[in-house]
């Protein structure tokens, strides 16, 4: 694929943009540094974080933990260190249309759905050169339907039913756990946000485990016993696998492709972000 080249700088956009990146798992986290050149480890208040200049940026990028109530500690704790320009939620999706594995979604809203809440969360740029240049750069490679509004739910949604009844009460593009908790933060601290995800499960599949009780205090006791209890759903972990394994190469292709993109003026001078 062409990568787009986008357009040149302004003096608004000549000082360094700081963004902050949030990824759920190890796994995920490692697709996205892939994509950056030289990830040196900082140590913030304890906690590890890469950080990366490209392109006059410099890109923060930490692991936010899975679920809402860790990616909001992470979030709040990271967006207290350092002001920063762009908050992006990364990883994996699950996608609420007819989507493939590896397709990437972005999101330009959120509507948060749990036991006792259910609220929208619409995520301007308020001008913002790193947001508009990240969204800008998604329009030119996506397709219109992969661009929309990300549902965020409180715990892993592994049933074809279920995900089939999100997409027709929200018509949202996809499903995950952070964002809605990383968008709130971002709010607060008057950050523009947006989602940048991988499918690596569809609409009309079921997950092979309840993937849920691994993230209980002693979930992974009853995990492991739930995969010996029923020893083909190693089958469908295997196929899990092999679908994160093509959406973490998926996310790495877009960020290098962005990164590319951003670095490279139309007179192919280096352009700052």
Known sequence: MTVPMLA???????????I???????????????AFKGQP?????????????NGGSEFWVARSGVGPEKAARQAAWLLEQQ??????????????????????????AVM?????????????????????????????????????????VERIVGGA????????????????????ALASEAVKAEVPFVIVRAVSDLLDEELPLDFNLFLRPTGWLKGFASVIAAPSSLMGLGRLRRQSITAAKSLTRFFQQYLSAVMTSPNGTKSVL
């Open 8 to 18: 040149q700088p302004t003096a608004e956009t000549a000082s360094p943009i700081r």
């Open 20 to 34: 902050a990146m949030f990824a759920a798992t190890s796994w995920e986290l490692g697709a996205v540094l892939a």
């Open 41 to 53: 480890r900082r140590m913030v208040s304890g906690v590890s974080v890469f950080s990366s200049e």
């Open 83 to 108: 002001r920063f320009q762009l908050v992006v939620s990364t990883g994996f999706a699950c996608a609420l249309n007819r989507a493939r594995i590896g397709a990437l979604v972005v999101g330009n």
């Open 112 to 152: 948060v759905m749990g036991t006792d809440k259910q609220r929208f969360i619409a995520l301007p740029s308020r001008g913002s050169a790193g947001h508009d240049r990240l969204f800008s750069f998604a329009r030119t490679v996506l397709p219109a339907d992969r661009i929309g509004t990300v549902v965020s």
């Open 161 to 180: 039913a279920e995900k089939q009844h999100y997409a027709s009460l929200t018509g949202a593009i996809a499903l995950d756990m952070e964002s809605g």
